[in-house]
């Protein structure tokens, strides 16, 4: 478990800070039950599902545009594996607690908003909006169970999908203008929490940030590809951890 007095550094520059980054991934939400996707327990830590296909296969863009049944049973079977088990956890609500925070989010569970976040940029999406694929039909989904495989548009007769990005696919181009204008504005620290900062564009916030002097933290069981970046490295619980930095530096604020 990390220091008192690393803590207390953080929260110092947390205390002072005007325009926080907090970057998450699916680890973030390890506390709350939620397996994450690649790795040692993962959700797709063989890569194949029930028949045998290969989940990148069965989640992409391509099979939801040429056999969308086999792409909503797999949707269907990972919303039941994840019922009930999705939820704010306190990491979550230690973000949520800043009102000046900026979130850049690869979940699609829509937690950090249900927390009560204010500004997030969700990278990939969120599976609880479905919307049509050819229309512009939209509406929430909160009922996974009781869906037609695959579900139609009732304005159309279009299949429709998650507001997720499945693999193969670019990411949503509002989300990534989103991203230029907050990263246009700067950031003066920059948090990496529960991710393995794989793709580029999750990475790159806290190169950015290192090369200009930025103090960045990272909070993560393992190292990461941005570990020999950063000035801190926090290895553990994000549920754990970031309460105590939180509730510091809040305290400090007066
Ligand atoms: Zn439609």
Known sequence: MTD????????????????????????????????????????????????????????SGYMLRTRPELTWRELLRMAQRLAGRAQVNEAHRAIAALPHAVVLTQNVDGLHLEAGSRNVIEIHGNLRELHCTVCTYRRPNEDWQNLPIPPRCPECGAVLRPSAV???????????????????????????????????????????????????????????????????????????????IVETARSREG
Request: glycine share 10%; charged share 20%.
């Open 4 to 59: 008192t007095h690393t803590l207390d550094e953080i929260a110092e520059l947390l205390a002072l800070a005007r325009r926080p980054l907090f970057i998450t991934g699916a680890g973030i939400s390890a506390a709350s039950g939620l397996p994450t996707y690649r790795g040692t327990g993962g959700l797709y830590a063989n890569g194949l599902n029930e028949e045998g296909l290969p989940y990148e296969d069965v989640l």
């Open 166 to 244: 499945l693999f193969g696919e670019p990411l949503p181009p509002e989300a990534l203008t989103r991203l230029d204008e907050e990263l246009a504005r700067g950031f003066d620290l920059v948090f990496s929490v529960g991710t393995t900062s794989l793709f580029p564009y999750i990475a790159e916030p806290v190169a950015l940030a290192a090369s200009a002097g930025i103090p960045t933290i990272e909070i993560n069981p393992e190292p990461t590809a941005v570990s020999h970046l950063v000035d801190y490295r926090l290895r553990g619980d994000a549920a754990q951890i970031l309460p105590r």
